[in-house]
């Protein structure tokens, strides 16, 4: 699907051209036309082909980001915003060339108000930099899809990770932005108020919108205090299915999990090589719960119990935060541990979302498919919220197998929204998913591309992208 | 303000005829234009003026839903998406009359996905209704505006309640829906996947659009198990201020409260009268914990210290299932408790909500406001998320009292805004609070306009209301 659905976008060479003579003049150093900075900021992480813009600019306020934006709509040329280029859909990549917004110079945390539990950043602050601003508050930012992203993409892109199975997606932790339209006008969706019932939810139309409807140039964020114990383990399961019923059941049970993580078996093999973890090669799942050191305590022995009862075990759990970092990092560090499976070899990671009732049988289908596909495809599954990844290992330059992983992503893709589930859970769309939207959502795509014709006739923001 | 801003919608006396006609041939008793009828799909909850549609169609199927749809649009005739009638900012009122769309018909549970903790219903179930039905299942659905509501009429105007400060609100409840356009097309906001990044969050657009965008056919909510041991009880304290920072350290310290409500001490003296409470006439919070048996004792022994450290206290406690009932019966019944405060008046009730760190302050500058001009208006408030209501009692005959309220009225949204935060979290824009949404969201609001232009040109989707 991939390659064969790149949207072409119609060049504007000329325009191109002007509007980076201008920017030269007006950002100097701090607009760049190098061919190497500019692939740096086309799409980079999958065999997606780069596709580079013709510029890249640096804003350092909100006014610069209009002031670019209202520049590249007089002589429509596309303007495409970039965090940090860890993006997996080519979202970032220019297809009709254009101007790359690239907004790591707007890095400043803004406000912290530990009493609303919020705080107000630009969009070029990293995840991690924010819990490194906030690390005397008591307090922290929870949503981590791995990388070092920065908060303004992850919030274009709908991201999550691990723990949004208890504090939710940038869907639920964006309280409200700021953002520059394509006419160059900058509007705020919402004050600091918990909820609001005042009209449309403008924050949630900017929030997955993928830098197509806006340039986000400020976020309030919701933020949470670092919980009073932490504790978390491994616990292997006789198959994906035994697995991923005990995570029903306790889901079901209303334990307040932080974290439950599936590892399938190959990811296992290669994480106990490359992390030296002494488990099995089986299935497991890693947990974390977040409490009081009794509800902890409580919360492990619980899952123990469930997990027994589903022919798994030996939950082993700990409080001590050193065993539990490293059992995270394993967690985190599985992108590397699978790149030992076939040394050489590029990775494509795609996601899906299903009911988790549909999660084991969804498993079992695509490992089925992997092993008939002969891939080298480890899963790894946020599964408390139904959500898991296939990372397929392959050689790039091999035309055969861009095509059988393009097939096995279009089986995978097919499958789970034929289960009443989602094409990505938290990758986006962006060009590599452009062919599953319009299946999953059918005529919501229409109403999807009159928002856009509405709010950016000219389509200058990130065109080709989405649909 | 509500009086002076209702903003006219001009009349289509003869393409409403002609609806009326070919309705009344298609539905025979399922369409009605009986006067008594037709001003009970009025607005009816506050004093703002009831403005009758032409008549009142109940369709049973989302087809239903279309043709009428398809109808109006044909004869530019505003349709009013009609539930239950208990919004409070005159939603259902029909300025330009047009047809009253009654969902009480699309009433039926098409499905519980308990391993899945989510359920679709049509948007004429009622939350009563919906955990009736759930009642053998061990789960529940949490939302609780207060009224007996339409699910539908919840996700149109953004509904929460008590419960949000644990279980958020309808914004976060609702994992997709289905929706008839203003050209009586048919969408599906999303699968059943419990989060997403496919495309835009067209779920969230529909939910608090007050039926301007489309007209809601069917909702997949969230369901949640019920837990295993409830605590309950009342804290008083010697000011709104103590039991605002009380409020504070506590979701600080993350104790994840299911309830935390203030009642001021106005409210007290006649929740005293009416429900036979033995408190003191004092601020109180009414507090609520879910979890497990320790889980919860812990819970309420910890807010009892917190409260103490605030001056607050005794904090009285209980699991036993009666005591508790009778707690939020008493808070439940705080607007009939009210009306004994002043036999024959008509009650307007008015919500903000601010951040937290601002609540104290924004309610001592209402109560002060209250006394001043010498209104009759006890405060309850959701004060987890900063959201408070005002009751104001008056002579609605009294032209001198509506325009005092008014003024007040005006006075706390525009406070509310001051502090950052908003001029409604739970109520909705509608027609009462037309005046304050540009106050709050500036070009934000010319955003809005521009997707509901582009989603209803004609502006038949009940036209009149938000902006």
Same mark, same amino acid.
């Given at each position: 699907?991939?390659? /064969?659905? &790149? ?9 191109? @051209?002007?509007? @980076? ?9 701090? *607009? ?49 915003? *970039? ?12 297809? %009709?060339? %254009? +101007? ?23 969009? !070029? ?8 601003? &906030? /690390? ?44 520059? &339209?394509?006419?160059?006008?900058? +509007? ?22 993928? !830098?197509? &409807? ?11 205090? +670092? ?31 932080? /974290? ?43 899952? #123990?119990?469930?997990?027994? $009862?589903?022919?798994?075990?030996? *939950?082993?759990?700990?409080?001590? @935060? $050193?065993? /539990? ?30 009911? +988790? ?50 097939? *096995? ?22 060009? #590599?998913?452009? %062919? ?32």
């Amino acid at each position: 699907m991939a390659l /064969r659905d &790149l949207k072409p976008v119609a060049r504007n060479a000329e325009g191109a @051209a002007l509007v @980076a003579g201008v920017l030269k003049q007006r950002f100097g150093e701090r *607009f760049q036309t190098g061919q190497a900075i500019r692939e740096q900021h086309a799409h980079t992480t999958t065999y997606i082909p780069v596709q580079a813009p013709d510029g890249v600019v640096f804003p350092e306020t909100a006014e610069e980001v209009q002031e670019v934006v209202k520049l590249c709509a007089q002589h429509r040329v596309p303007v495409i915003a *970039f965090g940090t280029g860890t993006s997996l859909e080519g979202h970032v990549n220019a297809p %009709g060339g %254009g +101007i790359s917004l690239d907004t790591s110079r707007m890095n400043r945390v803004l406000a912290v108000h530990a009493e609303d539990l919020d705080v107000v950043v630009e969009p !070029g602050v990293t995840r991690e930099g924010l819990n490194t601003h &906030l /690390r005397d508050t008591g307090l922290f930012f929870p949503i981590d899809p791995g990388a070092n992203a920065s908060l303004g993409g992850m919030a274009a892109t709908r991201a999550s990770g691990t723990n949004a199975v208890r504090y939710g997606t940038m869907r639920e932790n964006v309280l409200s932005l700021s953002a520059v &339209l394509a006419d160059g006008s900058l +509007i705020s969706t919402g004050k600091r108020a918990k909820k609001s019932s005042a009209g449309y939810d403008l924050t949630r139309l900017i929030v997955g919108s993928e !830098g197509t &409807l806006g340039i986000i140039t400020a976020l309030t964020l919701k933020l949470y205090g +670092i919980p009073q114990a932490i504790a978390g383990g491994v616990c292997p399961f006789p198959s994906v299915d035994a697995a991923c019923q005990a995570v029903i059941a306790t889901i079901q049970m209303g334990i307040p999990v932080a /974290r439950i993580e599936l590892v399938n078996a190959l990811q296992m093999r290669a994480l106990k090589t490359y992390s030296k973890l002494d488990y099995p090669e089986s299935p497991c799942l890693f947990l974390e719960f977040h409490g009081s050191d009794s509800g902890v305590a409580e919360q492990s022995e619980l899952f #123990g119990e469930i997990a027994a $009862e589903y022919g798994g075990g030996p *939950f082993q759990w700990t409080k001590v @935060a $050193e065993e /539990r970092a490293r059992l995270w990092k394993a967690r985190h560090d599985a992108y590397w541990a699978s790149m030992t499976l076939r040394p050489g070899a590029k990775g494509l990671s795609t996601d899906v979302c299903v009911p +988790i009732s549909r999660l084991a049988e969804c498993i079992a289908e695509t490992e089925a498919d992997i092993a008939e596909m002969s891939l080298i495809a480890p899963i790894v599954g946020h599964v408390g919220d139904g959500n898991f990844h296939v990372l397929v290992l392959m050689d790039p330059d091999s035309r055969a197998e861009i095509e059988s992983t393009e097939r *096995f992503v279009e089986r995978l893709n097919m499958r789970a929204i034929a289960m009443d589930g989602t094409c990505t859970g938290e990758h986006g769309i962006g060009q #590599g998913k452009m %062919g599953f939207i319009e299946h999953e959502l059918g005529h919501g795509v229409d109403v999807m591309r009159a928002v856009k014709a509405a709010l950016d006739p000219l389509g200058i923001l990130n065109p080709g992208k989405i649909f």
